[in-house]
Nanobody
Framework: QVQLVESGGGSVQPGGSLRLSCAASRNIFRIYGTDWYRQAPGNQRELVAAITRAGSTNYADSVEGRFTISRDAVKNTVFLQMNNLKPEDTAVYYC?????????WGQGTQVTVSS
């Protein structure tokens, strides 16, 4: 079993920045890739960013150049640095890890971008 806990969400004005964290209860980020998803009210959950076991990264077109995913395997934490935030980035953000046994989600952290 793996527990994932997101933190770092909040309310910011357009153009602002936030850094989300996803902390794992076990040292899994050396072994498995990690994804950040988000879900806005009335919308499906969508993939925002991903980092593979090898450290390769991918981003949704809507956040490319503004968001950066990274990890600190020693601290069992994956980060999502979000810059130049836009109102359309408002959503609950979740981290996800898929192992060879199961898929784990965190509880989510709310990000609100509004003037």
């Amino acid at each position: 079993q793996v527990q994932l806990v997101e933190s770092g969400g909040g309310s910011v004005q357009p153009g602002g920045s936030l850094r989300l964290s996803c902390a794992a209860s076990r040292n899994i980020f050396r072994i498995y890739g990690t994804d950040w998803y988000r879900q806005a009210p009335g919308n499906q959950r969508e993939l925002v960013a991903a980092i593979t076991r090898a450290g390769s990264t991918n981003y949704a077109d809507s956040v490319e150049g503004r968001f950066t995913i990274s990890r600190d395997a020693v601290k069992n934490t994956v980060f999502l640095q979000m810059n130049n935030l836009k109102p359309e980035d408002t959503a609950v953000y979740y981290c996800r890890v898929t192992t060879n046994i199961a898929t784990y989600w965190g509880q989510g952290t709310q990000v609100t971008v509004s003037s």
